[in-house]
């Protein structure tokens, strides 16, 4: 009786909170939904990064199927990641480094998509 007593006023509390205009949810603050944690995140060099990496996999993929018409092989197909790999490998995670990295990400995809052009 107690435990259905208890998840009653919890839930009623959360929608008083809900009604107020604000986001509730158990065990996150209501300042990361809406405020800037989530741009905070994307600024992290390791984010920024792996997302680098993963839309030139994206995009070199689209392109060697539907452009090129070839298939890549194992190593060419993940070279990004390879590279992201030792971006974590590295350790270093300032500015210069990402941008390092980054242009080596999209330098290789482009020099992969070119050799399987010819």
Known sequence: MANRRTARIIYVESV????KGRRHTMGVPAESHGGLAWRRQLRDPEVT???VAAACMLVQAVVAK?????????????????IYIAYLVSGSRDRRSEIAFIAAII????????LYAI
Request: charged share 10%; glycine share 0%; hydrophobic share 70%.
């Open 16 to 19: 008083a909170l809900w009604e």
């Open 49 to 51: 990064v792996a997302l």
């Open 66 to 82: 539907n452009v090129i018409d070839v298939e890549l092989d194992y190593f060419s197909q993940f070279v990004p990641l390879w």
């Open 107 to 114: 330098l290789s995809v482009v020099a992969v998509l070119v």
